[in-house]
């Protein structure tokens, strides 16, 4: 087990029965035998959505039948071209006269690849004004992509979820405008940061750890795929997000400090002492008593600042400061993120010197 004090890198080693469940079920899947799929094939059900009457391959997985077409899918993934040449012999399992594949991957994983290589209404994976994408889908679709060798799938899915899990600071201010995924559990960092080590993009592991601090003591629960495969966080993983909640903890209390320093002048034209007495009571009876994770400390705290003004009638001069203190702070924060989960990323910049007011 990696030790709690030494960096990691971010492309964490994968155990054996990592890459078998994390890339969906197998690295190279193959047409079961002819007689154990026909049989297979007498309790299976047909999809209500990818039941193509005209399809000229039958997909199984879970219980579940997908007939669509043979030459759209092998045209997008050499891995389906190869599976469907042994599949289409005479001595493959067949449905009628349509040959038939039997995968591993569960039928809600392959539901969302079949809609994006074979749509109905959208021809893009990716693209805003279709409008939120769920987690589930997502995983899916990066998961399977990668499995079957669907590359622009992959992008696109990847290029979505990177909006959500940023690697710079101004990129993460602007992830609520620009959020693709719908509302999830804090706990789905958990998936972000199986994906992220599946398809190597360690830029998006600071803010997936991040995310997973934010579910207190219920990360230990896990998360639960769409096909209720429970996904948790191996014993090394499990312990920096434990630290990295404790360092967050103790840096919310000095970033709150500094925020509210009022010793030195931040504005407070028309009255300052009034606003020295109105700051000092929204320190004291807001932001030290709340429960500090409540904050998400990198989530931006304009509108927050902006009820305490207004609660505590302090200025808009006064409100105006605190806002550039806290995104100083908070960028702070995002700088040392990898050094607070034990992670080391390539091109992350360095956590700077705290600022001096």
């Known amino acids: 087990m990696t030790d709690a004090t030494e960096p990691r890198s971010a492309k964490r080693p994968r155990l054996e029965h990592e890459r078998s469940s994390s890339s969906g079920g197998g690295i190279q899947p193959e047409p079961a035998a002819a007689d154990s799929l026909d049989s297979e094939l007498e309790d299976a059900t047909r999809d209500k959505e990818l039941w193509l009457d005209d399809g000229n391959i039958v997909l199984v997985c879970g219980g579940i039948m997908f007939k669509v077409y043979r030459g759209l899918l092998a045209a997008q993934s050499p891995v389906f071209g190869d599976m469907f040449t042994v599949a289409s012999s005479s001595s493959g399992a067949h449905l009628g006269d349509v040959p038939t594949v039997r995968l591993t991957d569960s039928p809600e994983d392959l539901r969302h690849l079949l809609r994006a290589l074979v749509p109905s209404t959208q021809r893009s994976v990716f693209k805003s004004q279709f409008g939120d994408f769920t987690i589930h ?139 020295h007495v109105a700051l000092t009571s929204a320190y004291l ?19 927050m600042i902006g009820q305490w003004a207004t609660k505590y009638a302090f200025c808009e001069v006064c409100a105006k400061v605190l806002e550039e203190r806290s995104t100083v702070e908070r960028k702070a924060l995002w700088d040392a993120l990898p050094t607070m989960f034990g992670l080391k990323v390539e091109g992350w910049a360095p956590a700077p010197p705290q600022p001096a007011w």
């Not at 958990?190 to 080590?197: K, Q, Y």
């Not at 009876?285 to 989530?299: P, S």
């Open 285 to 303: 009876q807001e932001a030290r008593v709340c429960k500090i994770m409540g904050f998400k400390l990198l989530h931006p705290w304009k509108g």
């Open 137 to 275: 889908q997502l995983s899916a679709l990066i998961r399977l992509a990668h499995k079957y060798q669907i590359e622009d799938v992959q992008k696109q899915a990847v290029a979505a979820l990177r909006i959500s899990y940023p690697s710079d600071f101004q990129a993460w201010e602007k992830r609520d405008s620009q959020r693709v995924i719908g509302a999830t559990s804090v706990s789905s960092g958990i998936e972000v940061m199986s994906l992220a080590r599946l398809v190597d993009e360690p830029k998006m592991l600071p803010s997936a750890f991040y995310m997973c601090t934010l579910a207190g003591g219920l990360i230990v629960d896990g998360w639960r795929r769409e096909d209720g495969t429970l996904q948790t966080l191996d014993n090394a993983d499990l312990k920096w997000v434990i630290n990295g909640y404790g360092a967050l903890r103790q840096r919310a209390n000095l970033m709150l400090a500094r925020i509210f320093d009022i010793s030195h002048t931040l504005g407070g034209v028309q009255s300052p002492g009034h606003c």
